[in-house]
C-alpha cells in the first residue's frame, strides 16, 4: 500500500542549498520508491494513502558509508600510533586473520552490522576480508537486516602475512560462489570487486578481478593516493604506470564499471583528470585522514572539479561509524585546508549533507534524495532533547548533525521498509 509521511522535510537536490518543507508531505509507491512530496496533502494525490503523522520530527534521506572495513571493526579506536604501512602490518592484518574463524565473524559482524543500523546508515560499501565463508556471512546479515550493501571479499596476495593471502585461482573460486548467490539484479546487498590496494596484489591478481569485473559487470572499490609512503611503493611495483590510478586502469578496475576509490588524499594532475573522464566515485575519509596522518584531501578542488565525492567512515582508520560526524570532519578539515591554500571556500553544511546522501547514495542507485523516483531510504529524528524553542528546521538539524547520535533517531527506512534493530 501507498503511504504518506507527515513530518518538517529536509534534503539536498544540489550541493548548495537544503530543500526545506515545514510540515510536509512525503508519499512512498509499494516499491518503495518517492512519488512526491508537498507542503499540503491534496496536491499529493495519495488520497488511497495510509498517512502516517511523525509530528514536529525530521524526516532527512538516510546516510550512505562509502568506504568501511567491517572486519576492523575490533580496532575502532584503538592503534592510532602509526602511519598506513606499518598500522597495516602491527594492528590491521593481524585482526583480519581471525576472520578466518567463522564463529568469531559471526559475533563481531553481528555487531558491526547493528552500529550501522545504529547510527542511521542504510547503505554502505564494505571491504571484508580473503575469507570467503565469513564474508558470505556478512552478506547474509545484511540481507537479514534489510540494510543495502555492496561487500567486497577482499583480493589479496602480496606484502602481507600468510593468513591473508590467498592464491588467484581460490579468489576467483571465492568470488564465483559468492556472485552465485548475491549477484542477483536489483539485489540490496550485492558483491563489489575488491583489490585491497596495488601493494597487497600481484599483476596476476589484478588482471584477475579486471576478468571478473568485466565478466560479470561488478563494480569495484579499492583505496588510491592515501599515503606518500604507499605512493611511493606503488610506483616502484608498477614502473610502467603514470600515475598511481593509472596503474588500476590499466587493469580495467578505475571506471569500467562504477568504481569507488577511498582517500585520494594526493590525487591532481593526470590522475584527477582520469578519475572525472572514468566518472569514478571519491571516498572521503577524514577521520582515517586525520587518524592515520595522511593528510588533507582537496575536496574542494575535486568537487569543482566536477568529480564525484561521497563520504566514508573508514573504521578502523577512522574511529568513528557515524556519519553525521564524518560530516562534521569534512567540514573543519577543509577549514584547515582553505586556510592554508588560500582557497575560496571552505565546504558548507549543505555540501558536506549532501555527499552523504544524494552524491555518495548515487553509488547505490536512485538514493539519498526525495526527488520523485528515488528509493526511499529516510530517518525520522525526534531532537526534543537537542532542540529549544526558537531554533529555525535548519537549525535544528545542525544542531542534530554536530551534537546528534543514535538516540535521537526514532525511525529507519531502506528502500521503503522499516528498518528495525538487527
Ligand atoms: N590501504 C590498504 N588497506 C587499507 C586499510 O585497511 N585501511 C586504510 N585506511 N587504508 C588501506
Ligand atoms: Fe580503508
Not at 558491526?112 to 564474508?135: P, Q
Request: a negative charge; glycine letters at 6%; proline letters at 4%.
Amino acid at each position: 500500500m501507498k503511504k504518506v509521511y507527515k513530518a518538517h522535510i529536509l534534503y539536498t537536490k544540489e550541493q548548495n542549498r537544503f530543500e526545506v518543507l515545514e510540515n510536509g508531505y512525503l508519499a512512498v509507491n509499494v516499491n518503495g520508491r518517492v512519488i512526491a512530496v508537498a507542503t499540503d496533502l491534496p496536491s499529493l494525490n495519495c488520497a488511497d494513502a495510509e498517512v502516517v503523522d511523525f509530528g514536529d520530527r525530521l524526516l532527512i534521506p538516510a546516510m550512505n558509508d562509502l568506504h568501511v572495513h567491517a572486519p576492523q571493526y575490533r580496532n575502532q579506536g584503538i592503534a592510532m600510533d602509526l602511519e598506513l604501512l606499518p598500522w597495516l602490518q602491527n594492528y590491521t592484518f593481524p585482526e583480519e586473520m581471525k576472520y578466518a574463524d567463522t564463529d568469531y565473524a559471526e559475533r563481531m559482524y553481528r555487531r558491526f552490522v547493528r552500529d550501522l543500523w545504529r547510527f542511521g546508515t542504510m547503505r554502505a560499501c564494505v571491504f571484508a576480508t580473503i575469507h570467503t565463508e565469513s564474508t558470505r556471512l556478512l552478506m547474509r546479515l545484511f540481507q537479514e537486516a534489510g540494510i543495502g550493501a555492496l561487500v567486497g571479499k577482499v583480493a589479496m596476495n602480496r606484502n602481507c602475512p600468510e593468513g591473508l593471502s590467498e592464491s588467484v585461482e581460490a579468489m576467483v573460486k571465492g568470488y564465483e560462489s559468492l556472485i552465485a548467490e548475491f549477484n542477483k539484479p536489483e539485489a540490496l546487498v550485492r558483491p563489489i570487486v575488491t583489490p585491497r590496494f596495488i601493494p597487497s596484489c600481484t599483476p596476476e591478481m589484478l588482471r584477475a578481478c579486471g576478468e571478473l569485473v568485466a565478466k560479470y559487470r561488478l563494480p569495484v572499490q579499492s583505496h588510491l593516493s592515501e599515503n606518500r609512503d604507499e605512493i611511493a611503493l606503488v610506483q616502484s611495483l608498477e614502473p610502467e604506470s603514470t600515475c598511481y590510478g593509472d596503474a588500476y586502469n590499466r587493469y580495467g578496475l578505475l571506471g569500467q564499471t562504477p568504481t569507488v576509490m577511498a582517500h585520494c588524499v594526493f590525487t591532481e594532475g593526470e590522475e584527477l583528470e582520469l578519475l572525472k573522464r572514468n566518472k569514478v566515485m571519491v571516498a572521503h575519509c577524514p577521520t582515517s585522514n586525520l587518524n592515520v596522518s595522511t593528510g588533507i584531501a582537496p575536496i574542494r578542488k575535486l568537487l569543482e572539479e566536477g568529480l564525484r565525492v561521497g563520504l566514508g567512515s573508514d573504521v578502523s582508520g577512522g574511529h568513528d561509524l557515524n556519519i553525521f560526524r564524518i560530516m562534521v570532519y569534512a567540514i573543519q578539515m577543509s577549514k584547515l585546508h582553505y586556510q592554508r591554500n588560500h582557497e575560496r571556500r571552505f565546504l558548507t553544511l549543505s555540501e558536506a549533507f549532501w555527499m552523504a546522501t544524494k552524491s555518495a547514495g548515487s553509488f547505490f542507485g536512485q538514493v539519498g534524495s526525495f526527488e520523485p523516483g528515488y528509493e526511499f531510504d529516510a530517518l525520522v529524528i525526534d531532537d526534543r532533547d537537542l532542540n529549544h524553542s526558537d531554533y529555525s528546521l535548519l537549525e535544528r538539524l545542525e544542531r542534530y548533525i554536530y551534537l546528534g547520535d543514535d538516540r535521537q533517531i526514532a525511525h529507519r527506512f531502506c528502500r521503503g521498509q522499516e528498518i528495525l534493530e538487527p
